[in-house]
């Protein structure tokens, strides 16, 4: 009776199994993006380590997240610092928007549709170039085309992917607690749109 109701596999043990599995994970991943320029490298791998140490069961999380973390670093960083770059590019282009109209509702108007609309896309092709990063062999530019491609190719997951992204941010930054659940959660549940595409191309 004891050995059952502490069995991992029944019961309660189970379900903790996997919050735990998905709690080790975002943790990981937060303390490898402490630095900034390794979030692109940290990413990659929480992915990978979703797919294979989460899902397919085939590699154990830590030797999987920090193998991938390791093999990943350079072209992460690279790919970060590009990121930091067009986001610090719309960001000039807010405020270029914000200049051009005057105060009043139109602005506001204008501001709102800019941001919804360049949160949509950056979110869009983030959402896949990580993953990629994970799974294939390019170099930064080939991979960030990649990702783009792959964004407007199959833009309904992408949506889907956008959305998932961005409402757990908002729940990680409003609430503060769920941050040491979400990232692992969101790895984990972007493979179930990502992985569909990434078989037709292996």
Not at 17 to 38: E, H, K, N, R, Y
């Amino acid at each position: 009776m004891a050995r059952r109701i502490f069995d991992p596999e029944r019961g309660i043990w189970k379900p903790l199994g996997v919050l735990g599995d998905f709690v080790m994970l975002s943790l990981l991943w937060g303390a490898c993006c402490i630095p900034v320029l390794t979030v692109g490298s940290a990413t990659a791998a929480a992915y990978d380590t979703a797919v294979h140490a989460l899902r397919r069961k085939d590699d154990a999380l830590l030797s999987r997240f920090f193998g991938t973390f390791r093999r990943e670093l350079k072209s992460g960083v690279l790919s970060t610092l590009l990121w930091l770059g067009v986001l610090a590019a719309e960001y000039l282009l807010y405020r270029a928007l914000g200049a051009a109209f005057p105060e009043g509702e139109s602005r506001n108007t204008a501001l709102i549709f800019y941001l919804v609309l360049a949160g949509f896309f950056t979110l869009c092709v983030f959402a896949w170039v990580f993953p990629t990063l994970s799974r294939f062999t390019f170099g930064v530019g080939g991979l960030n085309a990649t990702a783009l491609r792959l964004a407007f190719g199959h833009i309904l997951r992408s949506a889907g992917l956008a959305v998932m992204i961005g409402g757990f941010a908002w729940l990680s930054l409003r609430f503060g607690l769920p941050i040491m659940v979400l990232p692992g959660l969101a790895a984990y549940l972007a493979s179930f749109l990502i992985e569909p595409v990434f078989v037709k191309y292996e």
